[in-house]
T-cell receptor, first 109, second 118 residues
Framework: GQNIDQPTEMTATEGAIVQINCTYQ??????LFWYQQHAGEAPTFLSY??LDGLEEKGRFSSFLSRSKGYSYLLLKELQMKDSASYLCAVRDSNYQLIWGAGTKLIIKP | GAVVSQHPSWVICKSGTSVKIECRSL??????MFWYRQFPKQSLMLMAT?????????EQGVEKDKFLINHASLTLSTLTVTSAHPEDSSFYICSARDPIAGENSPLHFGNGTRLTVT
């Protein structure tokens, strides 16, 4: 079966750095997406990785290792507004998106 | 960037009634739209793929006669929850990808509809 694992919940301090991991087992791979979802709202796109390595976008970076079936989302200089759920999604060989259950990130002052 | 609009944002209805949710792509044409459902503290679950001008493709376990999908134009898809029951209460979200942006472009989501069936 297809599976995506990410931690259920993480806590970090304002101004700090946090890394949210995602591991996946899917039938084929055609890219990995990270989305941010605030409570009661729809997800918003953060990043996309299809090749190994690090993609940086301001305070957010995403890393991919296809051989390990592993990705992480790195958030720097955390702000209170970063409190949200972060969803990892992988596109399989049929270009279907497989979603992780999301990681709820709690930022404390 | 690509914008997807969803209406209504929230709706409360009585058991047995039907509710229609609209999803529009505002600045691009979407031949395909995706309808998701999300229960509290759970991930997105794909319900069906809406195809312009043809029948929707439903995921296993989703009743096509209960969740009616119509994709009559390149910018509008509707989901109708028929004979709603309290267990249908959930957060329904539509999404679409701008085909011009290519296969690697991300899904853009509507703001979601919070359905409460009493």
């Amino acid at each position: 079966g297809q599976n995506i694992d990410q931690p259920t919940e993480m806590t970090a301090t304002e101004g700090a750095i946090v890394q949210i991991n995602c591991t996946y087992q899917t039938s084929g791979f055609n890219g990995l997406f990270w989305y941010q979802q605030h409570a009661g709202e729809a997800p918003t796109f953060l990043s996309y990785n299809v090749l190994d390595g690090l993609e940086e976008k301001g305070r957010f970076s995403s890393f991919l290792s296809r051989s390990k079936g592993y990705s992480y989302l790195l958030l720097k200089e955390l702000q209170m507004k970063d409190s949200a759920s972060y969803l990892c999604a992988v596109r399989d060989s049929n270009y279907q998106l497989i979603w992780g259950a999301g990681t709820k990130l709690i930022i404390k002052p | 960037g690509a914008v997807v609009s969803q209406h209504p944002s929230w709706v409360i209805c009585k058991s047995g009634t039907s509710v229609k949710i609209e999803c529009r792509s505002l600045d691009f044409q979407a031949t395909t739209m995706f309808w998701y459902r999300q229960f509290p503290k759970q991930s997105l679950m794909l319900m069906a793929t809406s195809n312009e001008g043809s029948k929707a493709t439903y995921e296993q376990g989703v009743e096509k006669d209960k969740f009616l999908i119509n994709h009559a134009s390149l910018t509008l898809s509707t989901l109708t929850v028929t004979s709603a029951h309290p267990e249908d209460s959930s957060f329904y979200i539509c999404s679409a990808r701008d085909p011009i942006a290519g296969e690697n472009s991300p899904l853009h989501f509507g703001n979601g509809t919070r359905l409460t069936v009493t």
